[in-house]
């Protein structure tokens, strides 16, 4: 496993889609719309753990059948904003993707200060590749003091990794570097966090990531964009790109939390629409396309969903947050939408969990 590097412009690669156009499942005239595949969450889809916030939520299917969830948690006692000094990514296992999920053990626990990783475990992605299994994760060290707000001594040391195991069940192997550090004068100066991968058509790994440049006043930073970068293994060494993609301008911070997919002849992607820059809905998630992977845009039909969601009876369930989307597909189709969601106004006053939203391709 190897750090990343930066590419010049002149070294940009970009693997086009297929010409699709009589393909059956080519993307329909008006763009695809997975709001339309968004179907009543039943109750064992919702998945909760007394005594801990839970949040995020990433799923992979082993060769046994099983399904394993790696979700982050940290203790209620710590408060809500916890998550950046004392977060760990734990495990789940379910029979069915849709659950419901059994807590079975911590795959990526603290392991002390002196590791970059050694005190908070968050923003799992997990992918099977080759026979093996790569989990990769923001990671961070810092004081340990958790506060009523952001504690930039862990904030301001996220970096991203990857641990890699020949089991979903483990044991996770991690490296005492990360995969994505911060470069100066990039877009990632000061930190670097949400990491999505997938493998391309091609057969390379394509990632997309948060990074938090110096542009702004400390110790916040600013602007938040997000970076592409290619590599030929899932290990990496991964190479960063130059320009960044889901940018809207007049906005520091338009959006976060990216996941990534390959589907009917083109790239996609949902991500957390912080303010509605998008999708013109406030807070929301949207989506985004791509004929390559490394040029993105907003969608033809842009909204995936607001910050609620219906269950199988029938009641609408408002959300102050719905955030971090996953998307698992079945046989390369997408099936399920893995959110963190809390209908708490203040974050951390009552609850969060972990949905698995249910995706069926909608009739013609």
Known sequence: ???????????????????????????????????????????????????????????VRGADGRCHLY???WRREEGFYAWVTHSEIAHAVADHPLGPYRHADVALP???PDF???????????????????????GNRGDRKPGKGLNFSHRNNQRIGVAVADSPDGPWRRDDRPLIDATPGFHDALCCANPAVMRRPGGDFLMIYKGVAKERPLPFGGPVA?????????????????????????????????????HDFEYRAVVKDMKGFFTREGRSLAL??????????????????????????????????????QIWLDGGEPAVLFCAASPDKQPGGGETYNIAIPLKRPAP
């Not at 750090?3 to 086009?16: F, G, I, K, N, Q």
């Not at 059956?24 to 919702?46: C, E, K, M, S, Y």
């Not at 791509?290 to 029938?314: F, H, N």
């Open 1 to 59: 496993m190897g750090a990343a590097a930066l590419a010049s412009p002149r070294l940009l690669t970009r693997v086009a889609s297929p010409d699709h156009a009589a393909h059956p499942n080519a993307t329909p005239p008006g763009g695809f719309d997975l709001a339309r595949w968004i179907q009543p969450v039943p109750d064992h889809a919702v998945f909760r753990e007394p005594g801990w916030f839970v949040w995020c939520g990433t799923m």
């Open 71 to 73: 979700y982050s948690r």
């Open 110 to 112: 603290a392991r002390g």
């Open 116 to 138: 970059w990783d050694g005190h908070c475990t968050h923003n799992p992605a997990v992918m099977e590749s080759g026979g093996r299994y790569y989990l990769y994760y923001m």
């Open 226 to 262: 997000h970076i592409v970068a290619t590599s030929p293994s899932p290990a990496g060494p991964f190479t960063k790109l130059p320009v960044p993609v889901f940018t809207k301008p007049g906005a520091d911070f338009p959006a976060e939390d990216p996941c990534i997919w390959y």
């Open 288 to 325: 985004m396309r791509s004929p390559d992977g490394i040029d993105w845009s907003p969608a033809p039909r842009v909204l995936v969903g607001k910050t609620e969601y219906t269950t199988t009876a029938g009641r609408r369930v408002p959300l102050h947050a719905l955030e971090r989307p």
